[in-house]
């Protein structure tokens, strides 16, 4: 700006040091501050950062089957032989709202006393202390419940408050997200660099 080329090395330590004790204060700059503001840290990485940009409510299976607590096992293991590739289903209380999840494994050790099959109430044998996703939530998120759990569904509900359900997340949903959100990046990348290369020439 000056034209004065004495003062490049006092404005390259100055530059430095601006930097240094910006970062001390605020991780962002100014590039990366948009980013952070929409839940996006660039700093751990391209992987991560796609995966946090997903919201759970583009990846779920809205057409969930789910059965009343009040059920008897019976009606359960009927729900499980029509199901296509479910393994756990949403048990709901009178109002829809969800109380627990069953699946397969909470039935198996009274899969053959018929009287206990009717007598059994699914709310009895569900699993009440259950994980859940909303749709605001990402599959970073989703992602690291799926490992810690070693499941293969999660539950997606409205709000906790409010535990209606509006789906399941799948972990193959998820990968599948991924991989749609990549080759998407991927083909605008593409898409500008092709562009760039034609304003050029």
Request: include cysteine; glycine fraction near 6%; proline fraction near 2%.
């Amino acid at each position: 700006m000056t034209g004065n080329y004495m003062i490049i090395i006092p404005v390259m330590l100055t530059s430095i040091l601006g930097t240094v004790t910006a970062t001390k204060f605020y991780h962002d700059s100014i590039d990366t501050v948009d980013f952070t503001r929409e839940g996006i840290n660039i700093h751990e990485g391209r992987e991560v950062a796609i995966m946090k940009s997903i919201k759970v409510g583009k990846a779920i299976t809205e057409d969930v089957d789910f059965i009343s607590e009040n059920a008897n096992i019976n009606h359960l293991l009927e729900l499980f032989r029509m199901a296509k590739d479910s393994f756990y289903f949403p048990v709901v209380n009178e109002r829809g709202r969800m109380v627990g999840v069953v699946s397969m494994q909470d039935v198996k050790n009274i899969l053959h006393d018929e009287e206990q099959r009717v007598c059994y109430l699914v709310g009895a044998i569900c699993s009440r202390d259950v994980i859940s996703l909303t749709p605001d939530d990402n599959l970073y998120e989703a992602m690291q419940l799926f490992d810690l759990k070693g499941i293969e569904e999660i539950p997606v509900v409205e709000s906790r408050e409010d535990p209606w359900v509006l789906g399941m997340l799948k972990r193959r949903d998820v990968i599948a997200a991924y991989n749609h959100e990549v080759l998407k990046r991927g083909i605008s990348e593409k898409a500008d660099s092709i562009r760039m290369v034609c304003s050029t020439s």
